[in-house]
């Protein structure tokens, strides 16, 4: 313990001494519709109150500072007309890579994982593309136990800001990309109504006469009409103030229905682009008439020139019933899956203050959300691969050999096996349906000390959240084994009880304990200006459990369970705490001097001591000069940490399906024997059934899998202008440069890094994670590879933003005009990992990083006059390139255009009923989204693009 309390009073002398502080600035984005067509009145001199700066902990009447801030305002938010906030964060150019929204409905097929489920119908954000797990999310600068923004009643929040630079120092861990910070809406009086719906007027494809005809030429069927994605949502906020405090809450519900894939022309089909080029519609090999896979080089499967049979006609009795399974029996999964998520919310809210005496204040915030979600697949796959088996002397088998799956106990070893799949369209969709419930309560006293000017606050922040997942529609092994031991046709899917289906549930929960104490005031005069002074103590644990019902608990063994494997995952539960110290100093070292009208020195540290990951010291240094009234030059540097998170550690064996191709398929003899820890048991040729693409990856926490992980460890740092010139009243132009390098990444090991390394070195250890099948119908296909949470590489990132907000003044033209435009350039993005080539991925799409595009620009218009207002918004994402674009190689590039999205509102309000009016259409020009052909669903990332087209959307207040 001394040790400890030594090493944090060295680091506190050290950077108070040295002057180091952190980063994080501020670029204040105004009102984007401040009516400011009248004269204004003389201002009056007025006592400005110190308030938090987001990314520092010194209060501060300053509103520019070393912190580069965007702010969105209350008015920027609600002329978006979204009822939630994820589409509206996730639009701003300094988010990248993979980001979490409704439109991920699935992962897969139905895959069960505390982490990788889709259609929760959440939102997460990841700032400078490092993932949402390096953004950190803050209401009122406290830590939330789940990081869903769409859990957020909108008519709660009075602004957002966000901080893309690290903050290590104010906020500890994960704020490496930077931090969304939810300011909620304090002074509100009266009551306010709010109704809002919305629909896409786009034609639903599968209904067109262009689509009916394609659909039925191929499939022979029609599909039910869809819908138009509507959606509906109520607000009502209520609020009083009196001399004592104020209070405000309100009730937010909103609803919105789902539409399935087939409504959009890119998204009703499959498509996939080989070295040979692009190939589609097509779909899963996995089709209601059955697979059946032959081995490699079976007197069967030489015979009929191929080794993947289907059902041609009859019952399956006579081998004259089978021929080759070809592209167009291929069945479209796509059709099942929602491009928008169903999705219900309702949420409370009650926010207030209460000053027990002049010098103490009571303050309590509390919020509660209940989501009720679901995502859709295709119906289940009933495989030998979950552990039934069809024996060589079942009547209906004329095949003469026994179906099944050597991993499992029951299957012969010593003779020939085929395997069976097939897909049970009889047993209906997959849905994954959620119920979430978030509590947050953050309570606590805030006072002053006597006169001295010192501010004390003693807070306890409560976080708790609840998934409750149920898997509908998964097959019973068992209860499918008991069908052809009872004499159903295992090759006739309408002969056998394929309701006899499980609905497995998975259940989440995650805790956030967190008690801290602070205090802030003057230290001492300097010659330009009183020296600041804000420090504290914090204590927070952290809980995760996840449960499994028994039927969906993962067998080591076989990699199996009680339903369909890919249904099967692990119980996995524990958690951590953090002790911390923080202090953060502000210096004024000139101020009125020549060439320096101010200069401002920050520095700030903060010790962490994590009972698993051990402690860790963080300092921060910045740096304000303003040379004359009009510009500030800025600059912070910080170290930046991120201690593992519950999931990373705690996670039981999952099965995912990541889209890879096996390096040993399609090979020669020769590169075999070159590779024969990597490529054990495969054969010369080897293909595996249905071409490949997905294959059966086993993550896990690092804890579990007996790992000791560490922190990430770097630096953040950002150079930056803000120029705001007494010549053009209304311009303000900010400029920053942005560079953040992390070492010790916290990352799961992917099966494509475990691909590469193990082929660029047969010798290395990775190898031994690939799991080969060694013997059976598929002998040397992947059976599974290992991967885990893992310390590995290096990343570092960097780039410039630049920013402007300018009212313009007034001209011929009715009303004010103020234009803002915000751009994000990413320069570089460097990922090294021993054993795998390094790569700067700035300006590509890969299935490990998402979508890096490097420029990313809004420019949005407004237009106030008298009680008329407008906006017009264009979103622009640069063009880029996707790597390892080909499905059979994992190989080649496919460039992809820049995309420029226009969306539009219209407001008018009525005084003498209170009364306003919005309208808006988004995506006007109704753009079809870029298209990326890799295997993922809808052929989309819509973690970036546009899914739904052309929306139409309108909104009524009222304020009594």
């Known amino acids: ?87 509206v964060l996730q639009a701003l150019p300094s988010f990248g890579g993979f980001a979490t929204n409704p439109t991920n409905n699935s992962n897969g097929g139905g895959v069960a994982s505390p982490t990788l489920e889709g259609g929760d119908g959440a939102s997460r954000i990841s700032l400078r ?83 009916k005809k394609f659909i039925k030429d191929r499939y022979g069927i029609a599909y039910p009409p869809d819908g138009n994605g509507a959606r509906r949502g109520i607000e009502l906020t209520v609020g009083a103030t009196g001399d004592q405090g104020n209070i405000v809450g309100g009730l937010n519900y909103n609803k919105y229905s789902p539409m399935l894939a087939p409504a959009r022309k890119f998204s009703a089909f499959q498509y996939y682009l080989y070295s040979s080029g692009l190939q589609g519609p097509v779909g899963s090999s996995n089709v209601p008439t059955g697979r059946i896979t032959l081995p490699s080089g079976d007197p069967l499967a030489v015979q009929r020139g191929c080794k993947t049979l289907t059902r041609g006609s009859g019952d399956g009795t006579s081998l004259s019933d089978y021929r080759c399974l070809v592209n167009s029996d291929k069945f479209n999964y796509a059709a099942y899956n929602y491009i928008q998520t169903k999705q219900e919310r309702t949420n409370a809210f009650l926010l207030g203050n209460y000053k027990i005496t002049d010098s103490l204040t009571y303050y309590v915030d509390f919020f509660y959300n209940h989501t009720s979600s679901a995502g859709q697949d295709g119906p289940a796959i009933a495989s030998t691969g979950d552990g039934w088996m069809v024996p060589a002397s079942n009547k209906f088998n004329p095949f003469g050999v026994t179906f099944c799956n050597t991993a499992f106990p029951s299957c012969p070893k010593d003779v020939t096996t085929y395997a069976l799949s097939m897909r049970l369209t009889g047993a209906g969709t997959r849905l994954h349906s959620f119920g979430s419930t978030n509590i947050d309560l953050i309570t606590g006293l805030k006072g002053t000390i006597g006169d001295t000017g010192w501010f004390w606050d003693a807070d306890i922040n409560y976080g708790h959240a609840t998934r409750n997942q149920t898997n509908f529609h998964e097959p019973n092994v068992a209860g499918f084994q008991k069908a052809i031991d009872d004499g159903g046709n295992p090759f006739v899917q309408s002969t056998l009880p394929v309701s006899v289906t499980n609905n497995p549930q998975y259940d989440k929960t995650l805790s956030n304990k967190e008690a801290s104490f602070s205090i802030s005031g003057d230290l001492f005069q300097m010659a330009a200006g009183p020296a600041q002074l804000s420090a504290g103590v914090l204590y927070r644990k952290q809980s995760m459990d996840y449960q499994v019902t028994s039927d969906a608990i993962l067998d080591l063994s076989t990699m199996s369970c009680a339903v369909s494997a890919e249904a099967c995952g692990s119980p996995g539960s524990g958690s951590f705490d953090v002790k911390e110290l923080f202090g953060e100093a502000l210096f004024p070292l000139l101020a009125d001097a020549p060439f320096a009208k101010s200069l401002n020195l920050d520095v700030g540290v903060r010790y962490s001591d994590y009972n698993i990951t051990g402690s860790t010291t963080n300092w921060k240094v910045a740096l304000e000069y303003k040379p004359v009234e009009d510009l500030l030059v800025r600059g912070t540097a910080t170290q930046v940490f991120r201690s593992p998170n519950a999931d990373e550690l705690f996670d039981g064996p999952t099965l995912t399906n990541p889209t890879n191709t096996d390096f040993c398929q399609n090979q020669t003899a020769a590169f075999l024997a070159a590779h024969p820890n990597g490529c054990q048991y495969v054969p010369p040729g080897y293909a595996p059934p249905g071409g490949g693409g997905q294959i059966s990856a086993l993550y896990e926490g690092g804890a579990v899998a007996g790992l000791k992980l560490k922190p990430e460890h770097g630096k953040s740092f950002d150079l930056g202008f803000v120029y705001s010139p007494s010549w053009a009243e209304g311009l303000s132009t900010t400029l920053d440069f942005w560079h953040i390098s992390l070492s010790d990444l916290l990352t799961p090991l992917s099966s494509s890094t475990v691909f590469e390394t193990c082929k660029g070195n047969d010798a290395s250890p990775y190898c031994a994670l690939i799991h080969r099948n060694p013997a059976g119908a598929d002998k040397g296909g992947i059976y599974y590879v290992a991967t885990s949470e893992v310390n590995l590489g290096t990343l570092s990132t960097s780039g410039v933003d630049f920013n402007v907000s300018y009212l313009l003044p007034e001209v011929a033209v009715p009303g004010r005009f103020r234009v803002g435009f915000e751009t994000t350039y990413t320069n570089s993005f460097n990922v090294d990992i021993p054993g795998a080539s390094s790569a700067n991925y700035a300006g590509t799409y890969t299935t490990q990083w998402g979508n890096l595009s490097r420029l990313r620009a809004t420019v949005t218009l407004n237009w106030k006059y008298d009680n008329w207002s407008a906006q017009w918004q264009t979103r622009y994402i640069k063009g880029l390139t996707v790597l390892g674009a080909y499905v059979d190689t994992g190989t080649g590039t496919d460039p992809k255009p820049s995309i420029t999205y226009n969306s539009v509102k219209v407001g008018y309000t009525i005084p003498a009923w209170h009364t306003s009016f919005d309208l808006g259409i988004d995506n006007v020009f109704n753009r079809q989204p870029v298209l990326i052909y890799n295997g993922m669903n809808f052929n989309v990332d819509t973690a970036t693009y546009d899914v739904m087209g052309r929306y139409v959307w309108g909104r009524a207040t009222v304020k009594f």
Do not use: C
């Open 1 to 87: 313990m001394r040790t400890k309390q030594n090493s944090l009073s060295r680091a506190v002398r050290l950077a108070l001494s040295l002057g180091l502080v952190s980063s994080a600035a501020v670029i204040h984005a105004q009102d984007a519709n401040q009516d400011n067509n009248k004269t204004a009145p003389p201002k009056e001199t007025k006592t400005l109150q110190a308030i938090e700066v987001t990314g520092s902990l010194i209060r501060r009447v300053d509103t520019e500072t070393a912190s580069p801030v965007v702010t969105l305002s209350r008015q920027a938010l609600t002329d978006n007309g979204n009822p939630t906030l994820g589409n």
């Open 129 to 211: 593309g490092l993932g949402d797990q390096r953004t950190l999310m803050l209401v009122d600068g406290h830590r939330l136990a789940n990081a869903d923004i769409n859990m957020l009643p909108a008519n709660m929040i009075e602004r957002v800001d966000v901080l893309a630079s690290g903050a290590t120092t104010a906020y500890g861990s994960d704020a490496i990309g930077g931090v969304a910070n939810f300011i909620l809406r304090k002074d509100f009086s009266g009551i306010e109504v709010s109704v809002n719906g919305g629909y896409s007027p786009v034609e639903d494809w599968s209904q067109s006469s262009e689509g």
